[in-house]
């Protein structure tokens, strides 16, 4: 079974430089408090990783 990630954007970009609020767009994010599920892969690990202040992650089984 291939497990998901579920990425919830839980702060603003505001302040952050560009770099950040372009991987919160990559993932998929676009309103605070949105939910998105990716797939578990180091692609979205690393991004997530880059952004870890601003989101918060889970694991679900899919």
């Known amino acids: ?6 990425i919830h954007y839980v702060k603003s970009v505001i ?11 990559a993932l998929g994010l676009h309103k605070l408090g949105q939910s998105v599920e990716q797939e578990d ?9 880059r952004v870890q202040h601003l989101v918060r992650v889970e694991e679900v089984e899919s």
């Open 15 to 25: 302040g952050y430089n560009v770099r950040q609020k372009r991987t919160i767009q």
């Open 41 to 49: 892969n180091p692609v979205i690990r690393g991004m997530v990783r």
């Open 1 to 6: 079974m291939a497990s998901k990630l579920r």
